[in-house]
């Protein structure tokens, strides 16, 4: 079955044709117009739709990169049903490297967004109306915030057993349930009815290899899972770990932090995490783990104060064979420290 004409973003693509195209998301103080970089993939055959977006924060740089490859590699020729990609969200976060918006909303807070509201609302409701409506599914790629890295990791909403199962698929060491956060793009889609995956993998403002390959065979993954392509890599990792709930450890006491686990391990009770000591050499804590879990996050900054978050650790939940089916965050913190 041939698929018929999708339209994006006021541009019509034909089955069969890739239209690479620059709708209008603001203005530079100079007046030029500030554009979306996006990709319209019509396949040849009919099938779903999905979108693809990275870079909602404008500092997290590696779905940028996993959205080039992503480009490079999938061919309308081949595809059945309609591929999205936008590669930089948050144009005007990257144009300052920034998090956030120039005038530091979040844009991620910001859907489904208004075309008379704020920089990030306008933003939010071009990518809300062109992007997400329309789409069957989606997958929004993160890293870590600031001062912090993410071992590649999916995040679904709790209960989402469709997003889960397609989570399982595209092969990252984890996949963690993690509550909707308002405003935010994976929020507002599952509110349309269309899932979508958050990947999260390595630092801001640096190109982690291992996290883009993990995000680049996972997207193809998932869409081999729904008949979109014929072949996709073999997952990054056979039998990913689903984890149910995670948390913040945090210091206590101030000075150099040496940490004595990184993100992916698997930790014990009474197991040594870290230790902080004053410049001077004393010894001001050594700290425990007090329950099993795996680390999915960790601070990449050596220095600490009373308060700072230092490891993402999550509680182990089932592990899954790959590619079954399983049936199967208080204040600005857990947001800023995730990077979702
Ligand atoms: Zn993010």
């Not at 079954?324 to 857990?334: R, S």
Request: charged letters at 25%.
């Amino acid at each position: 079955m041939t698929g018929g004409p999708i339209t994006v973003a006021g541009v019509t693509v034909e089955p069969g044709e890739r239209r690479d195209l620059s709708p209008s998301a603001s203005e530079s103080y100079t007046g030029d117009r500030t554009t979306l970089p996006l990709a319209a993939i019509n396949g040849a055959e009919d099938g779903p739709r999905v979108f693809v977006t990275a870079a909602v924060h404008g500092d997290e740089l590696n779905g940028i990169e996993a959205c080039r490859r992503l480009l490079d590699l999938l061919d309308p020729a081949d595809l059945n049903g309609a591929v999205i990609v936008v590669p930089i969200v948050n144009v005007l976060g990257v144009q300052i490297v920034s998090r956030y918006l120039p005038d530091r909303r979040d844009l991620n807070r910001a859907f489904p967004g208004s075309h008379t509201g704020s920089m990030a609302a306008r933003i939010a409701r071009l990518v809300t109306d062109e992007v997400i409506d329309g789409s069957d599914l989606g997958i929004d790629l993160h890293t870590a915030a600031n001062h912090r890295t993410n071992v590649p990791q999916i995040r679904v909403a709790a209960g989402d057993e469709v997003a889960t199962a397609h989570a399982v698929t595209f092969g990252a060491p984890f996949v963690l349930t993690a509550k909707l956060r308002p405003g935010s793009l994976r929020a507002v889609a599952h509110e349309m009815g269309v899932p979508v995956l958050t990947f999260e993998g390595g630092q801001p403002l640096r190109f982690d290899e291992d996290a883009v390959e993990v995000a680049v065979r996972g997207t193809l993954r998932v869409m081999q899972r729904i008949g979109m392509i014929d072949d996709a890599p073999p997952p990054s990792h056979d039998s990913p770990m689903v984890l149910a709930e995670s948390r913040w450890l945090r210091a206590d006491r101030g000075g150099l932090l040496e940490l004595h686990c990184g993100i992916g391990d698997h930790i014990d009770p009474e197991q040594p995490l870290w230790t902080t000591t004053s410049p001077l050499g004393e010894e001001r804590a050594s700290v425990s783990a007090s329950d099993e879990g795996y680390v999915i996050g960790a601070t990449t900054l050596p220095l600490v104060q009373p308060g700072q978050a230092l490891l993402h650790v999550a509680l182990p939940g089932n592990r899954l064979p790959a590619e079954d089916d399983p049936t199967e965050e208080e204040d600005e913190d857990p947001d800023e420290l995730d990077g979702d």
